[in-house]
Nanobody
């Protein structure tokens, strides 16, 4: 089993920044893919980006490319999501996920955190 705990959400004005963290514990050696997803009210959970623990390769959804950056600290088993130039449409619950490899599809991830709320509003 792998446990994931997100933190760092909150309320921010449009144009502002937030950094989310996701700490992994347990059998983390079984997961190389780490992803961020988000779910706005009334919408399906959507892909934001991913990173691999081993090689550090990343990929982002078009909607966040150039504004969001994913990084990881292997020594701390922690993944980060740096969000800049935030827009009201970025408002959602943000989830981190872990799976055997990276994927843009939520079905490919086996473990999920509890989510952290990000609200972008003036």
């Amino acid at each position: 089993q792998v446990q994931l705990v997100e933190s760092g959400g909150g309320l921010v004005h449009p144009g502002g920044s937030l950094r989310l963290s996701c700490v992994a514990s347990g059998r983390t050696f079984s997961t190389d893919g780490m992803g961020w997803f988000r779910q706005a009210p009334g919408k399906e959970r959507e892909f934001v980006g991913f990173i691999s623990w081993s090689g550090g390769s990343t990929r982002y959804a078009d909607s966040v490319k150039g504004r969001f950056t994913i990084s990881r600290d292997n020594a701390k088993n922690t993944m980060y999501l740096q969000m800049n130039s935030l827009k009201p449409e970025d408002t959602a619950v943000y989830y981190c996920a872990a799976g055997p490899r990276t994927s843009i599809y939520r079905e490919r991830y086996d473990y999920w955190g509890q989510g952290t709320q990000v609200t972008v509003s003036s």
